[in-house]
């Protein structure tokens, strides 16, 4: 048999070797997106480097114990509120931090005015020390027990997310996490779903609580009603203090979550038996 041609093929020798399916560069794209480098890392030189290589990467993607990462954000929340001696009609701010694997709220600190390094400092540090209840001597403890809940969630974070603002770019917020041992990290610009546990709980307070509440704003669909949230505001700052420590203490720590097993407290509770805090 003579040399096939340039361009030509030899039908025995495709006969006689193995039949090869045609890849296409999708397939390889897809094939390559399943590389885990964390696995990969963590096999190779054991968890604690891989989570310091991977930080930013692991923060808003897995976790598998409790502080291993939390989540802070701000919300404005959908309600006007009587403030001070004059009960001027307000608008509250609400900064949460939540921890990713149990869903646990940890902090929370309400103001009214805009969020700040300070607010966030304020937030650190009701996270991380130990909690009691500021209602212990409070008369409506008696009607509503919930008051006197004490928050078991305390600790200090290996990794603590948070926005991307010029406010918080601070020295002083760099310099208290460098000196706790927490990896800072800033979430990319218009990336909600980077801080996706704390923003769900934001967006859940507001249509479960806030929004059932006079003065509410209704997340402004109020046209067409017979109904002026600024002119019917009656809760007072007060007041407003204590659902929120209801609804994000207790009521939040027992309620289930939906895809995860257990409870914010119950996930709690295992995970620290294994990881004690620090």
């Known amino acids: ?16 070797g193995p039949r090869l399916l045609k890849v296409s560069y999708e397939t ?10 964390y696995e990969e890392t963590k096999a190779r030189w054991g968890r604690q480097v891989a989570e310091k290589k991977e930080a930013a990467r692991l923060a808003g993607a897995r976790t598998t114990r409790a502080l291993q ?12 509120v009587r403030v001070g001696k004059r009960f001027e009609v307000r608008r509250a701010w609400l900064t949460l931090a939540v921890d990713h694997y ?5 902090a929370w600190t309400l103001s009214f005015v805009a ?36 928050s078991p969630f305390c ?23 460098a000196r706790l041992g927490i990896i800072l990290i800033f979430a990319p610009p218009r990336t909600p779903w980077y801080k996706g546990v704390v ?14 509440l006079k003065g509410s704003t209704l997340a ?33 720590s027992i309620a289930p979550r939906r895809g995860k097993l257990g409870t914010p407290l119950e996930r709690w509770n295992q995970s620290v038996r294994v990881w004690p805090i620090r």
């Open 155 to 177: 600790g200090i974070p290996d990794v603590v997310v948070v926005d991307n603002g010029l406010e918080l770019q601070s020295k002083g917020l760099r310099e208290a996490c």
């Open 1 to 16: 048999l003579s040399a096939p041609e340039s361009g030509a093929v030899c039908i025995d020798s495709v006969a006689a």
């Open 28 to 37: 390889v794209r897809r094939i390559w997106k399943r590389h885990d480098r």
């Open 199 to 212: 923003e769900r709980k934001g967006g859940v307070l507001n249509v479960q609580l806030i929004h059932i």
């Open 69 to 80: 990462r939390v989540e802070i954000d701000h919300f404005r929340l959908d309600i006007h």
């Open 115 to 150: 969020p700040s390094v300070e607010t966030v400092l304020a937030t650190l540090r009701v996270l991380v020390l130990p909690k009691t209840s500021p209602y212990k001597d409070d008369p409506d403890s008696k009607e509503f027990p919930g008051l006197l809940w004490e």
């Open 102 to 106: 149990t869903g646990a709220i940890l």
């Open 220 to 252: 402004g669909r109020t046209e067409g009603l017979d109904y002026d949230p600024k002119g019917d505001a009656c809760i007072s700052e007060s007041d407003l203090r204590k659902l929120l420590y209801l609804y994000l203490g207790e009521l939040n």
